[in-house]
């Protein structure tokens, strides 16, 4: 077993300390990697603090995970010792099921391997995450990373990028359409970055006229700013797709409402309370409202490719690990542009 250093909470009232575990010997298949970065994604907060129910302690978070390989087990082909290399949100999969074969791990039927709060394929032993010095993960599950583009902005991609390029991929936004993005946290500039990238006409919905010149810097095209109901009924039937990223309390009708006959909403922030729907905001222009979440290591990994090559990484603010906890609450407040990543070389 590998001694390792980590940051873990011990209940859902505990705060965050430094904490000693063991990671599993690397495998054939494994590849060991020493973590230098690690991203703050809002929902390490949530499962710390058992916001979503049933969660595993001591907790290690940390699923936007980029770091250097140590060390590769006898039968690892794709990746070498001293090479880059990063892990998202899950570890491992069932393999086998109709989504994995698709492609489509994170919608695993059987039991999707999480990086932390999760088990192992054992169903015993917990998975620990990037909050921590070192971490083995089956090469399968684990990405490439361009060493062209700066480690600490690309850590955000791994859960804030695929979160939302894969459902713009997936609807297929391209030239010439008019997206909305709800939200410019974390997710929603990725969203923006991502969106103008690909050529549509990205208008972005904040509650924050602050965030105006940042969201047309991103590359949006139209700010607007949603407190006022007026400033959406102008727009009414005039969306192709709108990205919904918003996890605070908010109508989804009056945005389902600005999308045009068959356009699509899809919501990728997580309201504590269920979302209410009116039946006409759906029905009367055929609209579609759906729901994605995270990406397969495939289109994840293609994620990671198409922002080398387009230049695009994260907004960041990169802190030592001994100012996670302020970091969390200052993510709880939104105050961050746009993603904490922990440098974990202070650990
Ligand atoms: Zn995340
Ligand atoms: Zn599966």
């Known amino acids: 077993m590998l001694p390792t ?52 302690y001591p907790m290690v978070p940390g699923h936007e995970i980029v770091g250097r390989v140590t060390r590769v087990g006898s039968q690892v082909k794709r990746f070498k010792t001293g090479e880059l290399a990063a892990v998202g949100c899950f570890v491992d999969s069932c393999r086998v099921c109709a989504s994995c074969k698709a492609g489509l791990e994170q919608y695993c039927e059987v039991h999707l391997v999480l990086t932390y709060n999760g088990t192992e394929k054992d169903e015993k032993t917990p998975t620990y995450g990037g909050y921590s010095s070192q971490i083995v993960v089956d090469e399968n599950y684990t990405l490439k990373i361009s060493p062209k583009l700066p480690l600490a902005n690309i850590a955000p991609l791994l859960c804030a990028g695929i979160t939302t390029y894969s459902p713009l991929r997936h609807f297929n936004v391209g030239p010439g359409q008019r997206v909305g993005i709800v939200g410019l946290g974390g997710l929603g500039h990725m969203a923006v970055k991502l969106a103008a990238s690909m050529g549509a006409e990205v208008t972005v919905f904040s509650t924050s006229k602050t965030k105006e010149q940042d969201a047309r810097r991103l590359g949006a095209h139209d700010f607007v700013v949603s407190l006022d109901p007026k400033n959406l009924d102008a727009l009414a039937n005039r969306f192709d797709f709108i990205l919904d990223a918003v996890s605070a309390p908010h109508d989804v009708n009056a945005y389902l409402n600005l999308l045009r006959r068959d356009g699509v909403m899809a919501i990728v922030g997580v309201p504590a309370k269920p979302l209410q729907v009116q039946a006409f ?32 990484t994260s907004d960041v603010e990169v802190i030592p690990i001994q100012q996670v906890e302020a970091a969390w609450e200052r993510t709880i407040k939104g105050d961050v542009r746009y993603r904490f990543v922990i440098d974990m070389q202070t650990l």
Not at 9 to 19: D, N, R, Y
Not at 286 to 306: F, H, K, N, V
Request: contains cysteine; glycine residues 10%; aromatic residues 8%.
């Open 5 to 56: 250093r980590g940051y873990a909470t011990k209940g859902p009232t505990s705060t965050l300390e430094p904490f000693s575990f063991e990671r599993r010997d690397p495998g054939p298949h494994d590849v060991l990697i020493e973590i230098l970065y690690c991203g703050i994604c809002h929902s390490d907060i949530h499962q710390a603090r058992d916001e979503w129910g049933g969660s595993i």
């Open 281 to 312: 905001s759906l029905l009367l222009k055929r609209r579609t409202l759906a729901g994605s979440i995270i990406g397969g290591i495939r289109e994840t990994q293609e994620m990671l490719d198409y922002c080398a090559a387009n230049n695009i």
